[in-house]
């Protein structure tokens, strides 16, 4: 069962909480030594969790729209007196004295928390590959990678471990993963989800967003978390969203049921078609043939300078992330990752005028990409990766120029987004031989969460991508 089934099947009775967490944990348990997915499981409190909720719905009382529901995290949102790793060997026995708002308003909603998920060392790399943990596995190809930084959250739902997510988009790191293991992930529009009591990376680019099996568990999870938290200085206020609209499950039944006409679907000319290899390029036309079929119509889009994007991203990345860890960079460089400790290290060469400059120009690049791109359609459709999921035994993060320079074009068609401060939902549209995931983005204006959700379940609904499993499973 997907989430959505899941709710029902706890509604009309057919299963319990402790049932469906029962099976989750031993599923978790099983499979573990198979893909990695969890840094920690926490049976028996989710199981006295979901005793609670099934006393709770049997005397006619819910918590919320998750009531009873198993889910499991990246390990980077704190729980008080809980050890958060945040993947890394620095934070091996590091206690939060804090819970994240978006743990909170989960479990508001009644869902359970499993345990924690794998992730790439301080969420500081796009393929998943951990030297502390070990190396995510990907359910389709264990010889290949998860991508990252929330490898374990698209792993555990991509095998059926969970019903669904969180992970943290800095620069791609729910897309990415999520289009490598065939399931579906939001980047949210900055401010929309709370970042309070998570851990930081970049202030000016983090993003937290749903990983899940479809559209409609994925607008569910999203609703749930999303909305202004005095906490978190950069959160939404009302009076930004006023005509947004945030009814996320309400656009998913409308995506379903009527047709997209009127909705223009823009193909990218520049950029995302550099270098896009033949199979995964074949995958997204077919796609949008599919978006075409039902009611959109397809523009050709020619891309603004989204290299000088990705680079402006880049810059805010760097220095932020080096003021996060300067301090233990200097103490204890030894403990940190080739991978984590190259990339910060690489980024000590950004100054000051650098992030200034990078931060004054991202206000005139989204500006001229709503001009460009949003003036002639209202949904950007891009691959995530121009190319096949690559072998983790192709992938070197032992440090050194040529694995940033692989790092960077992993992650170049997800980049954007998180510069200009775009949602982006990541969705399968097809496998490439072995068999091997292919992912599409869906690219919208600022709070567009809704209507990305209309179009994406407009297109499972004539599809199937996200219902196939991994064999074995």
Known sequence: MDLSQALQALQDGRTTSVALTQAALARAQARQADFNAFVRLDGPAALAEAERCDAERAAGRSRGPLHGIPLAHKDMFYRAGQVSTCGSRLRAGWVADRTARVLQRLDAAGAIQLGTLHMTEFAYGPTGQNAWLGDARNPWNREHITGGSSSGSAVAVAAGLVFGALGSDTGGSVRMPAALCGVTGMKTTPGLVSRAGCMPLSDALDTIGPLTRSV????????AIAGHDPADGASVHAAQLEGVDLDYPGAVQRGRERDLGGLRI????????RHLNPEVASLLADAAQVLRMRGASLVTVAMPDLDAVNAAGQILTWVEAVGVHAAQLRERAQDYSPQTRGRLESALAAGSQDYLDALRYRGRALAGFAETVFGACDVLLAPTLAF??????????SGGDAMLLVLDEITRLVRPANLLGLPALALPCGFTPGPLPCGMQLIARPFGESLLYRVGAAYQHATDWH???????
Not at 216 to 223: F, G
Not at 266 to 273: E, S
Not at 390 to 396: E, G, I, K, S
Request: hydrophobic share 45%; net charge negative.
């Open 467 to 473: 219902q196939r499993q991994p064999a074995g499973l």
């Open 216 to 223: 409609a568990d994925n607008a569910l999870l999203l609703s």
């Open 266 to 273: 823009g193909i990218p000319a520049g950029y995302f078609d």
């Open 388 to 397: 096949p999921v690559p072998r983790l035994a192709d992938v070197d993060v």
